[in-house]
């Protein structure tokens, strides 16, 4: 059932990311890919790879990117058009030894990271999909705000409990929204299921539920 891992060359990930191009809220899509395009490696140890199973993935899109980074990985997958049984058969033919992160798949992956788990031997009862609402805001929405500057990041905001109910979140996702506006990116924001504060926040700020995704820790099991 195992597919062979081929290579997709540096020189070609700007036509895999244009394979993307029709949907900018995808998060494991045209930004994704653009983002590795323009990454500076921090030292030796930091790699990536981008992975597919066949030849035609001009057409269908599906790949598999792995970012090394020390002894951990992060794996991002997902495809076009092309067959999700493949996509899954490629992920298995991966031999990670390290601890690695499977990073915002959709509802529709979550079979192939569990058919992934049994491969490697492990009882599907330990696996945890843990997922997060994907929030989008309309660039429409973004000329409203007069941004000041704050400290603070999109994917990871948290505020002490002492400061809190002061709008303080509410500036840094402001701040954070003009930033990536200013890369020509879709602002997008992840909130796991759980955290209702944070939920009632975006979209008090006119964000808006697009999409759920899910993540996967892979502990090593060598």
């Known amino acids: 059932m195992d597919s062979t891992l081929l290579p997709i060359s540096r020189e070609q990930w700007p036509a895999l990311r244009d394979l993307y191009a029709s949907d900018r809220t995808n998060l494991t899509g045209f930004d994704l890919i653009n983002y590795f395009i323009n990454y500076k490696p921090s030292s030796g140890n930091d790699s990536i790879k981008i992975y597919t199973a066949d030849k035609d993935w001009i057409t269908h899109g599906s790949y598999i990117l792995i970012h090394q980074l020390e002894s951990k990985a992060y794996i991002y997958l997902d495809t076009v058009c092309g067959s999700l049984e493949d996509l899954g058969s490629l992920l298995c033919s991966l031999d990670l030894k390290v601890f690695h992160l499977i990073c915002g798949y959709e509802e529709r992956l979550k079979p192939l990271v ?98 759920k995704l899910y993540w996967a820790v892979v502990p090593s099991f060598y």
């Open 114 to 211: 569990e058919q992934y788990w049994l491969h490697l031997g492990q009882d599907l009862d330990e696996l945890e999909h843990q997922g997060t609402i994907v929030y989008h805001l309309s660039k429409s929405k973004i000329p409203l705000w007069k941004p000041r500057s704050p400290h603070g990041s999109l994917s990871n905001l948290h505020v002490l409990p002492s400061h809190r109910r002061q709008g303080l979140g509410s500036l840094a996702v402001r701040f954070m929204a003009h930033e990536i506006k200013a890369t020509g990116s879709e602002v997008l924001a992840t909130v796991v299921f759980e955290n209702k504060s944070s939920q009632k926040m975006f979209e008090k700020l006119d964000f808006k539920p697009i999409n």
